[in-house]
């Protein structure tokens, strides 16, 4: 199956990708962490990105899109994908149904008012990666999962999340249109777009997703 999530920063696209792409065995591609992992090991597209990140806009479209193309084409993609993050902008979108077309897009929706707090309260593992909230840590400094150390994203601050948002509404939120096909971007003729209630507890999300897939 070859799915993607839809949703703002902070709708929790990170942490269902992880449980999802293991349900279904396909890999989980997440745009943001591979863009992180290129800024650790400064390759010319962490170069590239940083500023980007740090400001909370966007990379550049050709950058993400020959990033994705090479990803996709990697062995463990040929029975599907589960892609996070990605795509952001129509001309991603665009480029994706080019490359290899998404079947089901999940759009998970969570309002505005709720995610400055799930944004701010994010804590992510050095080691495994893992994402929690503080309101279920009880030691702020350690993985609950790997004891490794926990720490706050750099664009996870009030100033830069404000941003994001922005570019989620402004860049974003168009592609709900563009995959249910209802929209002015129409291009394929078929509804790909499910929307889950992204605002329960992650267990129920996870309930709702599958069920949307089935
Ligand atoms: P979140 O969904 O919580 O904002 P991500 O980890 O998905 O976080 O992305 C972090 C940052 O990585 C974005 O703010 C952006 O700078 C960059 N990024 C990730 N995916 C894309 C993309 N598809 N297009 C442009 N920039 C991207
Ligand atoms: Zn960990």
Known sequence: MKLLFLGPPGAGK???????????????ISTG????????????????????????ELVPDSVVIDMVRERLSMPDCANGYLLDGFPRTVEQAIALDEIDAPDIVVDIEVPDERLLSRLTGRRVCGKCQGTFHISQLKDEHACPLCGG????????KPETISTRLRAYHEQTEPLIGYYSGLGKLRRVEVNRLRTVDGDSRPEEVFKGILATLE
């Open 14 to 28: 990170g942490t269902q990708a992880a449980g999802v792409s293991a349900h279904l065995k396909v890999p989980h």
């Open 33 to 56: 962490d591979m863009f992180r992992s290129a800024i650790k090991n400064a390759t010319p597209v962490g170069l590239e990105a940083k500023k980007y990140l740090d400001a909370g």
């Open 149 to 156: 150390a926990l720490s706050q994203r750099n664009d996870d």
